[in-house]
């Protein structure tokens, strides 16, 4: 893929000081949240008198600094991609400064025939394999989380509970038919998808030096029963793979059995409920999303708005450390596949555990020019997240809400790559009663 800029001259160099990418990488790439197929092969169109955004597997034309730009259309449905970045935290939230983060993603979609998207980081990884007939499919999907495999402390109220720590993890197996359907803007991550699965997990865990003896541990376990997905997708996306227009909805419905349903006695009573007493053997999840995104009204497509929706519910007392949500900082989540993922800014990955929440992000984009973008977000929460108490000392379920305001620069880079960079503060929750910020910078590029 390439452009037909010429080298930089001196407004070039003069744009990167003012983060602007140089113009030999205009062709912006995706973080590994990129999919999709091309929805044009033809030539390059020109810019209209309107100012008018490039999409995502278009051919694009415009100008720049009075560069001619030309943006060749590109395969979405045959994607790899790298993500590369890290977060800081300050002040610290537990014992926890500096966070890594990266990721493999691979996409091969081959319309009518199978569909192959893997998402591979390491502890976590997650990969899904569909077999289509006319319409309907044969699903396999495989994934794990060994993330605590050397052991870790839960963070509640903004505090390390180093006695908490415990080696687990589980890896899971979904099996099930499927049936999809292609929609409107007709790209290839524009699908009504309702599929059926048979859930089979193993689930694993062990003591560390540092547990301490008060803390029951389960014994390992099958955990398994059926899950309902439904994902619509009718986005369409920009050369940065951000939501432009249209509209996103996903919804998975939970019910499983754990067999082996005890644990370890507790040397010493434990006093850190929920941490150390276990919810029930049969339990049911339901979470979904709804995303909408267009542009502002009698404003050209630099002006964008994009809001999301995110809720989870199980019934009370039902949940517990190990069944309960995860809710945890990242990216905002953009590809298709990634809608689902629970994000609240500023916060550690996975730091909360809840057993019903509801958080919302609103956001205002605007587009600097046609491969940088400006947002500027709002995230509201409430729900029911493991924290402690203060007049026992415990940590129990309890309703709390939280706001993050968020500024993010998204932008094309060296080598045909992506750059992001986000600022977080959280005004509370995250670390208790007290605010914080939080600086991520994630670096990624498509092959």
Do not use: C
């Amino acid at each position: 893929m390439t452009s037909s800029f010429t080298r930089p001259t001196f407004s070039t160099l003069l744009a990167i000081v003012l983060w602007i990418a140089p113009l030999s990488a205009v062709e912006a790439q995706s973080s590994s949240d990129t999919s999709g197929v091309p929805t044009s092969a033809g030539e390059p169109k020109p810019a209209p008198a309107e100012y008018e955004s490039g999409q995502a597997g278009e051919p694009y034309q415009t100008e720049i600094f009075g560069k001619e730009v030309n943006i060749e259309a590109r395969d979405r449905g045959d994607t790899m991609a790298v993500a590369l970045g890290a977060t800081l935290y300050a002040p610290k939230i537990g014992d926890t400064q500096f966070s890594p983060l990266g990721s493999f993603y691979y996409l091969g979609d081959w319309e009518d025939q199978r569909r192959v998207r893997a998402q591979i980081s390491g502890l976590v990884n997650d990969l899904e394999f569909a077999q289509r007939f006319r319409g309907f499919e044969a699903i396999a999907r495989l994934g794990n989380d060994d993330r605590r495999l050397f052991g870790e402390a839960e963070t509640v109220s903004g505090e390390e509970l180093d006695d908490t720590e415990l080696k687990w993890g589980y890896e899971t197996l979904w099996i099930g038919p499927g049936w999809a359907l292609d929609v409107s803007p007709f790209n290839v991550d524009n699908q009504l998808r309702i599929q059926l699965f048979y859930r089979g997990e193993y689930a694993h865990f062990n003591r560390t030096d540092d547990t301490s003896p008060d803390i029951a541990v389960p014994y390992d376990t099958w955990v398994h029963g059926p899950s309902l997905r439904v994902r619509l997708d009718a986005l369409q996306r920009n050369l940065l793979e951000i939501p432009q227009s249209g509209y996103a909805f996903g919804l998975d419905a939970e019910f499983l059995r754990r067999d082996r349903w005890n644990q370890e006695p507790a040397a010493i009573e434990g006093h850190r409920d929920p941490l150390t007493e276990l919810g029930d053997r049969d339990f049911m999840k339901l979470k979904g999303y709804v995303v909408g995104a267009t542009r502002l009204p009698w404003l050209s497509d630099r002006h964008g708005i994009t809001g999301q929706l995110r809720f989870g519910w199980a019934p009370q007392g039902t949940l517990d450390r190990y069944s309960g949500f995860r809710i945890g900082g990242g990216p905002l989540p953009r590809e298709a596949d990634d809608l689902l993922r629970i994000t609240y800014p500023g916060a550690l990955f996975d730091q909360f555990i809840a057993d019903e929440y509801v958080l919302a992000t609103a956001s205002y984009r605007y587009e600097l020019t046609f491969f940088m973008y400006l947002r500027a977000s709002i995230t509201l929460f409430q729900g029911r997240i493991v924290s402690i108490e203060e007049s026992s000392g415990n940590a129990h379920f309890r309703s709390l809400t939280g706001e993050v305001p968020s500024m993010a620069l998204v932008s094309g880079f060296f080598w045909d790559s992506t750059l992001e960079v986000e600022y977080d503060y959280d005004t509370r929750l995250v670390r208790g009663d007290r605010g914080g910020s939080q600086v991520l910078v994630m670096w990624s590029k498509a092959f």
